[in-house]
C-alpha cells in the first residue's frame, strides 16, 4: 500500500477530470439560456415514463390500422445506425448521433425489409406487454420464445437496437436487457433493482447484472477504476490482490469486446463515485479500440452515448511505447498481420482518434515498429512485474493518455 504522494497525480487528474465536467455543464446552461446550444443538433434516447412508451408503441399501431384502411403497405423509418457520417464527436461527450441524417425504411412493400418489418412489429408486441406487466426479459429470452421465426439471435438483437432508435429512447426503458458477460471486482458494493446489497470485494468479484439501470447506492474507497481488457489479466490482479498492494480499487473486464451492461455499469461508476478511470488492453488494433469503444463509444448504439460512453477514461496501458521502455525482447512481441495494418489505418482516420494527438502518436509508432504486444509479454521479465512494476510505476508518474 503506497503513501499519499503516490496518489498526487491520480488526484490531479481526478480535480482536472471533475473541473472539466462542471465547466462543461455550465457551458451548456449558459448555451441554452442564450438560445445558442446545439443539443438540438443531437439524437440522443431519453429515458421516459411507462406511460409515454406505451403511447409511441400504440401511436405505430395506429398508423399501421390506418395504412391498411387505406390499402397503403406501412413502414417504419428512423435514423440509420451505423455509420460515422451520422455521428458527430466532441472530447466531452464522445459519439454521438446527429438529427439531420440518412433515414432506414424498412417497408411491407421492399420485398427484402418484409421479414424485417414482421421481426420488429413482433419485438413491439414483447415490448408492449412487458412494460404493461412491469416484467423485463433478455433479448435471448425473447428470441428463444419464437425461434423457428426469427432464425437467429442477432435478428433480434438489430430489432430491438432499432426500436430503440425509432422511439428515441434507451433500451432499458423498453423492459429489455442483455445478458451480461463483465465482471467487476475489488472494493466496490451496490444496491441491485431488488433493494439487494451486493458485495464486489469477493474472490473472483461478481457478474454485471443484467439490469444495470436499476443499481444504485454505489459505496467504495476506491482510488481509481482499473478496466481490463482480458478476463485472465483481471483474475490474476484480484488473485495478485492488486488492492492491497497498490491501494484501494474497482476492477471491471469485459472480457474481451465490451458488452452494453459493462459499458453501462462504467459509465455509472463514474457518475456515482467520480474516480479516475482507467483503462489495460493489448497494445494492438484490437485492444485500442476496446479502449476507444468504452470511452467515445461505438457508431451503431451512438444515440444511446448518454448512457454507454465515458470520456473521462484514460489509457493506462499498454502503449506501444511502453513496450521500447521496458524493452521487451521482439521474441515476445507479435508481428502486426496485413489485417492488423488495415485495421489500424482506419481507426486512425476517425475523428475521436485524429481529434486525440497522443492516442495518435501511440497508433503511429506501432504500425512504424511493426510490432503488437499483449499485456502478458511482461511475463517475460518477471510474472509479478505487471503488478509490483508496471501499473504502480504508471500510476504514480501519471502515464496514461
Not at 420488429?120 to 408486441?125: A, G, K, N, P, Y
Amino acid at each position: 500500500m503506497y503513501g499519499l504522494e503516490f496518489w498526487y497525480k491520480l488526484q490531479e487528474l481526478e480535480d482536472e477530470l471533475k473541473s472539466n465536467e462542471n465547466a462543461y455543464n455550465l457551458l451548456q446552461r449558459i448555451k441554452e439560456k442564450q438560445g445558442t446550444s446545439n443539443e438540438a443538433a443531437i439524437f440522443a434516447a431519453t429515458k421516459i415514463n411507462k406511460e409515454e412508451v406505451l403511447q409511441k408503441i400504440e401511436e405505430i399501431i395506429i398508423q399501421f390500422l390506418e395504412c391498411i384502411a387505406n390499402d397503403t403497405l406501412p413502414k417504419f423509418l428512423f435514423n440509420k445506425r451505423g455509420s460515422f457520417s451520422n455521428t458527430t464527436y466532441s472530447n466531452e461527450r464522445g459519439m454521438q448521433m446527429v438529427n439531420d441524417v440518412a433515414l432506414q425504411e424498412v417497408s411491407l412493400e421492399n420485398e427484402s425489409s418484409v421479414k424485417k418489418y414482421a421481426v420488429m412489429m413482433s419485438c413491439l408486441q414483447t415490448v408492449y406487454s412487458l412494460i404493461q406487466s412491469g416484467k423485463h426479459a433478455t433479448k435471448r429470452d425473447i428470441y428463444y420464445s419464437n425461434v423457428n421465426f426469427f432464425k437467429t439471435q442477432r435478428v433480434v438483437d438489430e430489432a430491438i437496437s432499432d426500436i430503440s432508435c425509432m422511439l428515441c429512447i434507451p433500451r432499458h426503458s423498453l423492459n429489455v436487457l442483455s445478458s451480461s458477460k463483465g465482471f467487476v471486482g475489488g472494493n466496490l458494493s451496490f444496491k441491485d433493482a431488488e433493494k439487494n446489497i451486493v458485495n464486489c470485494n469477493v474472490n473472483e468479484g461478481v457478474q454485471v447484472p443484467c439490469y444495470v439501470d436499476g443499481l444504485n447506492n454505489f459505496e467504495s474507497n476506491a482510488k481509481f477504476v482499473l478496466i481490463i481488457e482480458k478476463e485472465a489479466i483481471y483474475k490474476r490482479l484480484l488473485e495478485e490482490k492488486i488492492n492491497e498492494k497498490i491501494g484501494p480499487c474497482i476492477l471491471i473486464t469485459g472480457k474481451g469486446f465490451p458488452d452494453i451492461n459493462t459499458r453501462m455499469l462504467i459509465r455509472k461508476l463514474w457518475q456515482g463515485l467520480h474516480i479516475p478511470i482507467l483503462a489495460l488492453v493489448d497494445a494492438d488494433p484490437h485492444g485500442i479500440e476496446i479502449m476507444c469503444v468504452h470511452r467515445f463509444g461505438s457508431k451503431a448504439l451512438s444515440h444511446e452515448a448518454s448512457y454507454l460512453t465515458c470520456p473521462v477514461i484514460r489509457w493506462l496501458g499498454v502503449l506501444p511505447k511502453d513496450v521500447n521502455e521496458v524493452n521487451i525482447k521482439e521474441d515476445q512481441l507479435i508481428k502486426l498481420s496485413d489485417n492488423d495494418r488495415k485495421k489500424a489505418n482506419d481507426m486512425i482516420k476517425r475523428t475521436y482518434i485524429s481529434s486525440n494527438p497522443a492516442i495518435l502518436d501511440q497508433m503511429k509508432l506501432m504500425l512504424e515498429k511493426g510490432f503488437k504486444a499483449e499485456i502478458e509479454c511482461f511475463d517475460s521479465i518477471s510474472r509479478s512485474f505487471l503488478t509490483d512494476i508496471y501499473l504502480p510505476h504508471k500510476i504514480k508518474n501519471g502515464d496514461w493518455i
